[in-house]
Antibody, heavy 116, light 112 residues
């Protein structure tokens, strides 16, 4: 069974940092591109970042470029999102998702709240 | 970026009756490989999104056959043949033809 489990969310002050993790199981993690998608409270879904299967290629939404870094450890079957210089507008549930030209599998999400 | 526009934004339906959601993209979703990467997602209250339909009309594993997708180019439709109580939630269309992948605003399906 494919499972994606996010962790690392929490309350952080503006300007602070957080590192999200997504532990994958039930499939060959190193074969798939992985994405982060976020959802602000009461709002819709927004793509944040993606990484290719071996970690050599990454992309970011303009809103997070230069502040967020996606990475992966295929030996640990884990996806990461390092978030720096956090702003109030980054407050959202962050989901990791497996990519195959669609999002077939999603984690439960982890809530990031940026507030003083 | 490709803009995805859904209508209606809210759809009150009677149990057992059909429901339909439209999604229009700001440009053609036909990829250079010939595929059209338009999918539909369901998000029940308090839950993560769940894939229902991919490549316009392919039902994902475990999705009931009362859900169907159709369309081509820039105009797509999700239909629920007979709405059940468990279908309450927000439905999103999503394109993965051109980067960045983008979502519609969401359509809230609720029971009358």
């Amino acid at each position: 069974e494919v499972q994606l489990v996010e962790s690392g969310g929490g309350l952080v002050q503006p300007g602070g940092s957080l590192r999200l993790s997504c532990a994958a199981s039930g499939f060959t993690f190193s074969s798939y591109w992985m994405h982060w998608v976020r959802q602000a409270p009461g709002k819709g879904l927004v793509w944040v970042s993606r990484i290719n299967s071996d970690g050599s290629s990454t992309s970011y939404a303009d809103s997070v470029k230069g502040r967020f870094t996606i990475s992966r450890d295929n030996a640990k079957n884990t996806l990461y999102l390092q978030m720096n210089s956090l702003r109030a507008e980054d407050t959202a549930v962050y989901y990791c998702a497996r990519s195959e030209n669609h999002y077939g599998y999603w984690g439960q999400g982890t809530l990031v709240t940026v507030s003083s | 970026d490709i803009v995805m526009t859904q209508t209606p934004l809210s759809s009150p339906v009677t149990l057992g009756q059909p429901a339909s959601i439209s999604c229009r993209s700001s440009q053609s979703l036909v990829h250079s490989d010939g595929n059209t990467y338009l999918s539909w997602l369901q998000q029940r209250p308090g839950q993560p999104p769940r894939l229902l339909i991919y490549k316009i009309s392919n039902r994902f594993s475990g999705v009931p056959d009362r859900f169907s997708g159709s369309g081509a180019g820039t105009d797509f439709t999700l239909k629920i043949s007979r709405v059940e109580a468990e279908d309450v939630g927000v439905y999103y269309c999503m394109q993965a033809t051109q980067f960045p992948w983008t979502f519609g605003q969401g359509t809230k399906v609720e029971i009358k």
